[in-house]
């Protein structure tokens, strides 16, 4: 993905005029304020992982139907031509690889994670499942009231339509793979 907030911008417009919605009627659904998605749809402002999160979940539609592009039949994806989504802090880069399609209905991130990162997710839209493998360092993850750490070499599987909270509390770099499943 060359230019993410281009993307973000076209596709939040083709839904929102597809759905014959108004910015204070998307604004209504996200809990996004009408100057912030005005700002998205005129590429004033690169979103964060929580306002794409927030949009996404208020239309009821998979995070990356904001970062899709059109597909051809072979990609290759070059992880150094992938511009990351960023967190609030900076520390979490998620590298969008592989976006949902209607006939896919997943996305694969490439996710780096700095020492000290503490990111909470509200969750994504209801059955959706998320996958994480370690690459580098521990990643520690909660979901409801249960903590796991996954060192290096490590996955976990998890019901993703709760809150949940990603921790790098290692001293080095956390890198991940990462896949989260939306069924019909």
């Known amino acids: 993905m060359e230019n993410p907030s281009h993307i973000i911008s076209k596709n939040l417009k083709k839904i929102r005029n597809e759905n014959g919605l108004s910015l204070d009627a998307v604004s209504k ?12 749809e005129r590429e004033e402002v690169n979103p964060t992982i929580t306002t794409i999160l927030k949009i996404a979940n208020g239309l ?7 970062l899709s592009e059109k597909e051809t039949d072979v990609k290759i994806v070059e992880l150094k031509k992938v511009s ?7 520390k979490w880069r998620s590298y969008p690889l592989f976006t949902f399609e209607d006939n896919r209905p997943f996305e694969i991130y490439h996710v780096e994670a700095d020492s000290g990162m503490v990111m909470s997710s509200e969750g994504h839209i209801k059955n959706s499942e998320e996958t994480i493998t370690v690459y580098e360092g521990e ?23 709760v809150p949940h909270k990603y921790e790098n509390k290692s001293s080095e770099m956390t890198k991940m793979h990462m896949i989260i499943y939306y069924p019909k």
Request: proline residues 4%; charged residues 20%.
């Open 29 to 40: 659904l996200t809990g996004v304020s009408k100057g912030m998605l005005g700002q998205i």
């Open 60 to 66: 009821k539609i998979s995070f990356t139907s904001l």
């Open 84 to 90: 990351p989504i960023y967190d609030d802090s900076q």
């Open 139 to 161: 990643l520690t993850l909660s979901i409801d009231e249960h903590t796991y750490t996954i060192p290096k070499g490590n996955s976990i599987r998890f019901k993703a339509d």
